[in-house]
């Protein structure tokens, strides 16, 4: 018998019961492109999505647990860019990729040396696709009142568990090619951005503040 007329040694199906929230995980980054660019505030590449009906932009994240009890599970959550609310979710956006970076990129959160500065710096959404970093999976309810697993907080050195989530060598360090940065450098919040033509599907879930 083929394997399409005997079933008994497939395997079990895969439980899709959520992630335990608060749980810490390493994970692989994945950015979904959504076709909008505005090169004025550097969102160039397709990476952006647009909301055709609220206006607001952002990253739209796949993170895949590379390890552990729940390796291979995904976790799917916005990046927010820009908010015709107000610029609450563009701050918590970029507070976020923050981490990220610091956490790939093994850079303590309070360096502020010209290397650490250029490892937070990026020439485009093209070098955050794929980054590894040490998340905290947490659980959050949608819009249709369900609940769902989201990836909003980000690990990074100097946290009681960072090392053992990443693992030995499991970070990068900064490489020698990232953008030179003065030492004293601060970067400046973003500024609002301005509508422009749509483009993209339309974000499946996002707090009420950032539509």
């Not at 799917?76 to 701050?91: R, V």
């Not at 990836?151 to 053992?164: E, M, R, S, V």
């Not at 400046?188 to 707090?207: L, N, Y």
Request: charged residues 20%; contains cysteine.
């Amino acid at each position: 018998m083929s394997a399409w007329q005997n079933f008994n040694d497939a395997e079990q199906q895969a439980s899709f019961d959520l992630i335990p929230a608060k749980t810490l995980a390493k994970v692989r980054l994945t950015l979904k492109p959504g076709g909008y660019d505005n090169p004025h505030f550097g969102w160039t590449g397709g990476y952006a999505t647009r909301n055709t009906t609220t206006g607001s932009v952002y990253l739209s994240a796949e993170f895949v647990v590379l390890e552990g009890t729940f390796a291979r599970r995904k976790v799917w959550s916005l990046i927010g860019l820009h908010s015709e609310k107000g610029p609450e979710w563009a701050n918590m956006g970029r507070a976020f990729l923050r981490a990220v970076l610091n956490s790939a990129r093994g850079v303590h959160p309070d360096d502020a040396s010209p290397t650490a500065q250029a490892a937070r710096c990026i020439q485009s959404f093209a070098d955050l696709d794929g980054l590894e970093f040490v998340a905290r999976i947490d659980v959050e309810r949608d819009a249709k009142g369900e609940d769902r697993n989201v990836i909003h907080t980000a690990l990074q050195p100097g946290h009681k568990d960072y090392a053992a989530q990443m693992g030995a060598g499991g970070f990068r360090a900064p490489a020698s090619g990232l953008p030179a940065v003065p030492a004293g450098f601060t970067a400046s919040p973003a500024p609002a951005a301005t509508a422009s033509p749509a483009s993209g599907p339309a974000a499946p879930f996002r707090p009420s503040w950032a539509e």
